[in-house]
């Protein structure tokens, strides 16, 4: 079936550190990937659209300055998660659109800023 | 603003028992409704509700959708401590396919 591979499942790194997340489309192309954050004990917020080939759309009140989305094919978009603070430690999941099909999503990625 | 809201927000039950999930949803564009299973990573697709299937069952779990009163709920039957989990009511909206996710009911199924 469908997967969406998502790397790292875990980091920890220094306050001020960039990162990078990757999320990948194995067997289908996706023109459009989500990108979600979740809180502990909370439900997923969605955080951006990710469309190939163009500029992504942000949610209100997410800072687009402050977590780059980039969508460069159609079985890749990258999340970077610039200058992180301890407040930025979350779980951060991505899904592919899959048309009517439910989306798809990856295993999250766990974020812990020291 | 899209929102999903779902109850109970926590619920413990016996091994054997049967479970009701509660999921109401004030949207625009409505495109579909889904539930999801979520253990220790991201969640698994469980079921995906529309216009044109309002009832879905697979084995001990089956779900419907009321869209005139804008709800839904999730059924888990002779429940097993393997179903403890949180569970994701999400509805779908618009042309770009947006998720808008309810705030989860963490059920645990005891022993």
């Known amino acids: 079936g469908a997967v969406v591979s998502q790397h790292p499942s875990w980091v920890i790194c220094k306050s001020g550190t960039s990162v990078k997340i990757e999320c990948r489309s194995l067997?289908?192309?996706?023109?459009?990937m989500f990108w979600y954050r979740q809180f502990p004990k909370q439900s997923l917020m969605l955080m951006a659209t990710?469309?190939?080939?163009?500029?992504?759309?942000?949610e209100q009140g997410v800072e687009k300055d402050k977590f780059l989305i980039n969508h460069a094919s159609l079985t890749l978009s990258t999340l970077t998660v610039t200058s992180a603070h301890p407040e930025d430690s979350s779980f951060y999941i991505c899904?592919?659109?899959?048309?009517?099909?439910?989306?798809?999503f990856g295993d999250g990625t766990r974020l812990s800023i020291l | 603003e899209d929102k999903v809201v779902q109850s109970p927000l926590s619920l413990v039950v016996h091994e054997g028992d049967t479970v009701t999930l509660n999921c109401s949803y004030e949207?625009?564009?409505?495109?579909?409704l889904l539930w999801y299973k979520q253990e220790k990573k991201a969640p698994t697709f469980l079921f995906m509700l529309?216009?044109?299937?309002i009832e879905k069952k697979s084995g001990r779990l089956s779900s419907i959708l009321d869209k005139k009163e804008l709800s839904s709920i999730l059924n888990i039957t002779a429940t097993q401590t393997g179903d403890s989990a949180i569970y994701l009511c999400?509805?779908?909206?618009?042309?770009?396919?947006?998720?808008?996710f309810g705030t989860g009911t963490r059920l645990q199924v005891t022993l």
């Open positions: 999400a509805v779908e909206t618009g042309t770009a396919s947006k998720l808008t």
């Open positions: 899904s592919a659109d899959r048309g009517n099909q439910p989306q798809h």
């Open positions: 067997d289908f192309q996706a023109t459009t």
């Open positions: 949207v625009t564009n409505f495109r579909s």
């Open positions: 990710s469309n190939e080939g163009s500029k992504a759309t942000y």
């Open positions: 529309t216009s044109s299937g």
